[in-house]
C-alpha cells in the first residue's frame, strides 16, 4: 500500500491510505462525497464499499474517532465512519463527537445517515425493529454537543432534530428490503455507560418515549449546527429492563441481536445511498444562516480560524 502523506483539504491536513486499485480508481476519486454513514454499536465497516481510501483528518476540534473510509457504494462515493472506533474503543461520553461532525463536514458530506443500538420503551417495538426517529429528548451530562463557543455565540433551531427528507427515504428503504421499521418517534438521550434503572425506564416510558439510546442526539445537533441532513437508523436490541420477561439487559444479549440486525441495515443503507439524490429541498443546508449574534467584527481571530470549516461562509 502506499501512504499519501500531506493533502491538503479545506486547509486543513489530512493523510490517506490508498487502497488496492478498482476499476476507474482515479475517476472515482474526482467524484464529491456528500454522503456520510456513521456506524454505531455492531457496524465497524461497510460492507460493498469498493474502491477504499483511508482518510485520517485532522480538525479544529481534535482527531475523530478513528480514519474516515472513503470508497464507492451503489455508484456513489460515501464516507464511513466508525463512531466508537474499530474495536469498540470510545464509550458514547468519551467520542469526540465535534471532531466526527466536522471531519465529515470538511470531507464535503451534506446528509449524513447514522445507524445505532438502542433499547425498545414499546411493547409493540420488539428487538430486531428499526426505529427511525423524529425526536429526541436530552438526558446527558457535560457533553461538548455544539460548536458555538470560546468567542462565538449562536442559537439554532432544533424543533425538528432530524431531516424530514432523509429520514422518509431510511423509511422507504427499509420497505423496499423488506426491513420491519417504525417512522417517527422520540429517542431519549441518556449519558451512559451504565444501562437504565429500573425506575429510570419506567420513567421514560410514563413520559411516552419511545426508545433509548446514548449518542445519536449529540450528533443531531452538531450536524445541524453544521448545516448537514441527518436521520438515524435506531436498531432496537432489547426492550431496556422495563419488560417483565426482559427484566436485565445484557451485553450478550444486545451483541446477539446487533449481529442479526446488521445485515438488513447495510441492505437498507445501500438503498437509501443509491436512490439518494444531491438536491436538498429542506432548511438543513442552511440552518445556520442566522443564527450567530456575535458582532463579527469581536469575533478573535483564534475562533475565526477553529470554526472556518463550519462557519467560514458566515463569519
Known sequence: MIVVAGLIKRGHLIRGTKMPKSKSPARRRKEPVKVGIIGGSGLYQMAGLVD?????????FGNPSDAIVVGTLEG??????ARHGRGHLFSPSEINYRANICALKMLGVEQIISVSAVGSLREDLPPKDFLIPSQFFDRTRGRKATFFDRGVVGHI????PTCPRLSKRLADACGHCGVQAHQGGTYVCMEGPA???????????QLRFDVVGMTNLTEAKLAREAELCYASFAMITDYDCW??????????MIIGYLHENTENVQRAIGEVVRTLGDDRQCPCGSAAAHAILTDRKRIPAAARKRLAPIFGKYI
Open 195 to 205: 444501562f437504565s434503572t429500573l425506575a429510570e425506564s419506567h420513567t421514560y416510558r
Open 52 to 60: 477504499r481510501q483511508e482518510l485520517r483528518v485532522k480538525t479544529p
Open 243 to 252: 419488560h417483565p420477561q426482559h427484566e436485565s439487559v445484557t451485553v450478550e
Open 76 to 81: 456513489k462515493r460515501v464516507a464511513f465512519l
Open 157 to 160: 433551531a432544533f424543533d425538528k
